[in-house]
């Protein structure tokens, strides 16, 4: 008896100290009114919006309270079609170079696919062993059957091999479905309990799928469509996201207060990122490698700098739940489907782009040039007090050249260092572009390259608070006579200076 009490007592204790530690690093967490992901719109759609698919340039969302289907422009962030559906549904899937959508719809054991151009029901895909049949308890002898009709819970589309992929959570199997053989069921595999979310990754050709009921992760191959593998990332995985640029996924768990961090490449987890509570969909920015990471029911999304699995930032939702998310590699735009609501939010970098006049260092403080700033989430600050160099940059512009007493924000120019010289504030990380044009760059490169006549190829130096940075040269039409640079700045205020030679 007293083994047994003190077993239970150690139990207790070890679930309490969990708790506390979950509790403090939720609290630890760098939590600020999102930065880098304002909120840029809301798009109603139908009530309780669930799971989000992007097909560039459409997103799909499922809707568990109606069977209807939300069609969205990822350009326009509008509403451009609707799907009306036999009921609701619990994953959807659009295909558009096959013109189709698949749906899988609330506890029916089929797979709804539609003409993408006339919405119409095309075919139902009746998913094998959906109906379960369950032994009842009527009286102490007496046994009846209950049924369950169960269906699909996740969607995924492999390019490589036009398959479609679909979990059923009650059978425990994921269903491969042929697209090019007029969708046809072609396998059946069988995972570890409950398979919850399932995403391919295009590049290794493998689909990966969490079960719920375990600790497992699954690899299966686009090749041969068999497993070759599992890891055990923590209990009751959920969510999945994959940057197919760095081989790595990220798992999300029920019951696991951390993100794993998985390497698809050699099947094994390399890191735990805690977060302090339950996590439920991850996705990841593949061309900045930011994981963006929803949790069950907390009104928060972490932000991972995916370079070092670090966590960056929490953006603060307000009381909004996510019930799904998704990301555009392109625009960077996050999409957030909000529980026990109607609407899509859609959240995004805030963008700046303006004329900065460019001055003298030394004085008489003279008007050069403006060039152009194209800002993700920063700002050009002002080094000095504008009111004592106002007038002159006014006066040195001209009639034809405007610039306003008030500006906060200039460049100077160094034409004895060949530097140009601007500070920047970035509360959250982000991107600056630099369009400079000839009158600029005559004043910076180096005399033996004015000499060649090489103004706009010469090579250029980025220093950030004084350490050599990497940038990204925009290439120009052939007869433009300005240089355009993009540069990444960190969060924090900086001192961006351009110099016209390589540094090594």
């Known amino acids: 008896m007293t083994k047994q009490t003190t ?45 989000i698919s992007l097909e560039e340039p459409l997103l799909f969302v499922s809707n568990l309270g109606k069977p209807v289907i939300s069609i969205i422009s990822t350009v326009s962030d509008n509403v451009v079609g609707t799907i009306n559906t036999t009921n609701g549904v619990m994953d959807v899937e659009g295909i558009i170079d096959k013109n189709k959508v698949y749906v899988a719809t609330f506890q ?74 007029n969708d046809t069921i072609v396998k059946t595999i ?19 799928v969490t079960s719920f009921a375990s600790t497992k992760l699954t690899f299966i191959s686009g090749d041969t469509n068999e497993i070759t593998g599992t890891v055990d990332t923590g209990i009751s995985p959920w969510g999945i996201g994959i940057d197919n640029r760095e081989h790595l996924a990220y798992i999300a768990h029920h019951n696991s207060p951390y993100i794993a961090v998985v390497d698809i490449l ?12 339950e996590a439920q969909s991850v996705v990841v920015d593949t061309n900045e490698h930011k994981v963006y990471v929803s949790f069950h029911d907390i009104d928060k999304i972490v932000k ?21 998310i998704a990301v555009d590699p392109t625009s960077h735009k996050l999409y957030a489907s909000i529980k026990y609501s109607n609407n899509l939010w859609v959240m995004g970098p805030e963008a700046y782009s303006v004329n900065i006049p460019v001055v003298t260092k030394e004085p008489p403080i003279l008007y050069v040039d403006n060039i152009i700033v194209d800002g993700q989430d920063v700002r050009v600050l002002s080094p000095v007090s504008m009111d004592t160099v106002a007038a002159a940059v ?94 990444f700045i960190p969060k924090g205020d900086k001192k961006v200076e351009i110099i016209g030679k390589d540094i090594s």
Request: net charge negative.
């Open 266 to 277: 050699n099947k094994k987890v390399i890191k735990q990122i805690p977060i302090g509570f």
């Open 394 to 487: 006014a006066t040195s512009a001209g009639e034809n050249n405007i610039v306003s007493p008030y500006l906060t924000s200039f460049a100077i120019l160094d034409s004895e260092n060949k530097s140009l010289t601007m500070y920047v504030t970035s509360p959250d990380g982000g991107n600056l572009q630099i369009k400079m044009p000839k009158t600029i760059l005559d004043s910076m490169i180096e005399t033996e390259e004015e000499e060649k006549g090489n103004v706009t190829g010469s090579k250029f130096t980025v220093l950030i608070d004084g350490v050599k940075t990497k940038f990204e040269e925009i290439k120009q039409q052939q007869k433009d006579t300005t240089k355009e640079i993009s540069v």
């Open 304 to 324: 991972i700098n995916g370079n070092n699995n670090e966590i960056e930032t929490v953006i603060q939702l307000d009381g909004r739940i996510p019930n799904d």
């Open 190 to 208: 069988d995972v570890p309990p409950h398979p919850m979310d399932l995403k391919v990754d295009p590049v290794t050709n493998q689909v990966l």
């Open 108 to 181: 029916t054991g089929e797979i709804e696919v539609y003409d993408l151009t006339t919405k119409e029901l095309i075919k139902k895909i009746p998913l094998p062993g959906s109906t379960i049949q369950f032994p009842t308890r009527l009286a102490d002898t007496v046994l009846a059957t209950s049924t369950v009709i169960t269906g699909g819970s996740s969607i995924d589309y492999n390019h490589n091999n036009e398959l479609l992929y679909v979990t059923n959570y009650n059978t425990d199997q994921v269903i491969v479905i042929d697209t090019k053989n």
């Open 7 to 51: 077993a239970t007592f150690i139990i207790l204790v070890s679930s309490i100290i969990t708790a506390i530690f979950a509790v403090n690093t939720f609290f630890l967490l760098p939590f600020q009114n999102a930065f880098a992901h304002h909120i840029l719109k809301e798009i109603a759609v139908t009530e309780r919006p669930m799971k």
